[in-house]
């Protein structure tokens, strides 16, 4: 498997922003999608947003406006912008990258916790 490495995160006030980063590890070809997921205590693993490699994005409804995300297909990294946090955006944060047709690769994790 793809190491990817994963930044950013963290501990933030309601209201803030954070910013997280992922990139692949190694020489490898350029991906086809970029992803991040999200998984709250007790809840299953779910889409935040994605992007492909001809740049269509897409977003869970519950990040919309809030959230950009945004990723180089060719050096396989992938960024995730989130402003105007909420308590219930506090989960592991994690990265997707796939190549077509069935190869993916999946982050380490990173907790990002929203509280006062």
């Known amino acids: 498997q793809v190491p990817l490495v994963e930044s950013g995160g963290g501990l933030v006030q309601p209201g803030g922003s954070l910013r997280l980063s992922c990139a692949a590890s190694g020489t490898i070809s350029s991906s086809d999608v970029l992803a991040w997921y999200r998984q709250a205590p007790g809840k299953q693993r779910e889409l935040v947003a994605s992007i492909t490699s001809d740049g269509i994005r897409n977003y869970a409804d519950f990040v919309k406006d809030r959230f950009t995300i945004s990723g180089d297909s060719v050096k396989n990294t992938v960024d995730l912008q989130m402003n105007s946090l909420k308590p219930e955006d506090t989960a592991v944060y994690y990265c997707?990258?796939?190549?077509?047709?069935?190869?993916?690769?999946w982050g380490q994790g990173t907790q990002d916790t929203v509280s006062s």
């Open positions: 997707y990258i796939f190549w077509a047709p069935s190869y993916a690769s």
